[in-house]
T-cell receptor
Framework: GAVVSQHPSRVICKSGTSVKIECRSLDFQATTMFWYRQFPKKSLMLMATSNEGSKATYEQGVEKDKFLINHASLTLSTLTVTSAHPEDSSFYIC??????????????FGSGTRLTVV | GNSVTQMEGPVTLSEEAFLTINCTYTATGYPSLFWYVQYPGEGLQLLLKATKADDKGSNKGFEATYRKETTSFHLEKGSVQVSDSAVYFCALRGNSNTGKLIFGQGTTLQVKP
């Protein structure tokens, strides 16, 4: 249980276009979603935290206007990379806290989105 | 602020060898500590966790002990298998109510037959 489905798994877009990444919690309500970016051979860097019904909290150095995060419902959070450029190419991962009554309390992660901007 | 430091990789071992991946952390208070594993082409999966000092997390033959005196949470396995080849991430969650995880840089493990 406590599965997060992330789509698309892979996307290639032209420079200047926008890309939307979706994360859905399939069998639980995710009031919070964390969005990470993973550079090749490097760690996951937290970009922002989204909370259902309120504005996202961005980490220092993350451009709010470039990485638009929306948490429209208890089961859906989206990350939109606006006016993408090649330097935005990366692996983006979402994560949600598991329900507290889960035997595996912790976090569940989406399978990630590989974004390539050409 | 909170931070996690892992040993540099990649780590290459022969099957049945002993594995240690070092992880140290910096945090105020009493964080919870985690090890996550990322198999090729897949998302992160929780491997084990420890929520207080001297706790030992264990799963699939892997173990890690929360050592507050040395601020460490080293991952160990007595006998690795080819199927253990993956990237391993040490992470901490501070004791604030934000719930966010801070990750180490990841260590790639390659096990050869």
């Amino acid at each position: 249980g406590a599965v997060v489905s992330q789509h698309p798994s892979r996307v290639i877009c032209k420079s200047g276009t926008s890309v939307k990444i979706e994360c859905r919690s399939l069998d639980f309500q995710a009031t919070t979603m964390f969005w990470y970016r993973q550079f090749p051979k490097k760690s996951l860097m937290l970009m922002a935290t989204s909370n259902e019904g309120s504005k996202a909290t961005y980490e220092q150095g993350v451009e709010k206007d470039k990485f638009l995060i929306n948490h429209a419902s208890l089961t859906l959070s989206t990350l939109t990379v606006t006016s993408a450029h090649p330097e935005d190419s990366s692996f983006y991962i979402c994560s949600a806290p598991r329900p507290r009554d889960s035997s595996n309390y912790g976090y569940t992660f989406g399978s990630g989105t590989r974004l390539t901007v050409v | 602020g909170n931070s996690v430091t892992q040993m540099e990789g990649p780590v290459t071992l022969s099957e049945e060898a002993f594995l240690t991946i070092n992880c140290t952390y910096t945090a105020t208070g009493y964080p919870s500590l985690f090890w996550y594993v990322q198999y090729p082409g897949e998302g992160l999966q929780l491997l084990l966790k420890a929520t207080k000092a001297d706790d030992k997390g264990s799963n699939k033959g892997f173990e890690a002990t929360y050592r507050k005196e040395t601020t460490s949470f080293h991952l160990e396995k007595g006998s690795v298998q080819v199927s253990d080849s993956a990237v391993y991430f040490c992470a901490l969650r501070g004791n604030s109510n934000t719930g966010k995880l801070i990750f180490g840089q990841g260590t790639t493990l390659q096990v050869k037959p």
